[in-house]
T-cell receptor, first 111, second 111 residues
Framework: GENVEQHPSTLSVQEGDSAVIKCTYS??????FPWYKQELGKGPQLIID?????GEKKDQRIAVTLNKTAKHFSLHITETQPEDSAVYFC??????????FGKGTRLHILP | DTAVSQTPKYLVTQMGNDKSIKCEQN?????MYWYKQDSKKFLKIMFS???????INETVPNRFSPKSPDKAHLNLHINSLELGDSAVYFC??????????FGSGTRLTVV
């Protein structure tokens, strides 16, 4: 089965600096690579995703990069703000509803 | 205009009871899901369901059963509740199995 690992498990970043979270996976059939953000007391929210035929995608301050050969994809957040503090999950998907979420990365934005 | 709504938000009940959590989505998505999030924030899929197919995570006890009266609803019934069932349960939906929209969660506490 799919093995999904996220690193780091906790990340503290000074406000204004950048944050990078990496997700490695084992199933080469994975072809859809989303990132979710979960704020306290809320459900996870899809913030950015990428398909296997694209290497990078940007949406304002967030970006996702994919290295399919190495089987990892990363979430990049630039110019971090207090509202970026949350838990972030990756969930590589091969489209068969047997999705395994990463264990999450708790991001703290320091004032 | 909540896209995926689940009720109740909090549920406290005694061991051995039977309870239900309701979920509705107004996005017209074709597939609905139930996820369990434990105290360490790990997200695990329990069920996925569309009009044609119910996929059950084999680790889910048969005390848990999803029931879908129509395409927009997927309720979760739990029989003979145990202490270990305490968790946050999330309903979600997706279209063409790409990207989930999650509800805000139901915090179940079994005492």
């Amino acid at each position: 089965g799919e093995n999904v690992e996220q690193h780091p498990s906790t990340l503290s970043v000074q406000e204004g600096d950048s944050a990078v979270i990496k997700c490695t996976y084992s199933d080469s059939a994975s072809n859809y690579f989303p990132w979710y953000k979960q704020e306290l007391g809320k459900g996870p929210q899809l913030i950015i995703d990428i398909r296997s035929n694209v290497g990078e995608k940007k949406d304002q301050r967030i970006a996702v990069t994919l290295n399919k050969t190495a089987k990892h994809f990363s979430l990049h957040i630039t110019e971090t703000q207090p509202e970026d503090s949350a838990v972030y999950f990756c969930a590589p998907d091969r489209g068969d509803d047997k999705i395994i979420f990463g264990k999450g990365t708790r991001l703290h934005i320091l004032p | 205009d909540t896209a995926v709504s689940q009720t109740p938000k909090y549920l406290v009940t005694q061991m051995g009871n039977d309870k239900s959590i309701k979920c509705e989505q107004n996005l017209g998505h074709d597939t609905m899901y139930w996820y369990k999030q434990d105290s360490k924030k790990f997200l695990k899929i329990m069920f996925s369901y569309n009009n044609k197919e119910l996929i059950i995570n084999e680790t889910v006890p048969n005390r848990f059963s999803p029931k879908s009266p129509d395409k927009a609803h997927l309720n979760l019934h739990i029989n003979s509740l145990e202490l270990g069932d305490s968790a946050v349960y999330f309903c979600a939906s997706s279209q063409d199995k790409l990207g989930y929209t999650f509800g805000s969660g139901t915090r179940l506490t079994v005492v």
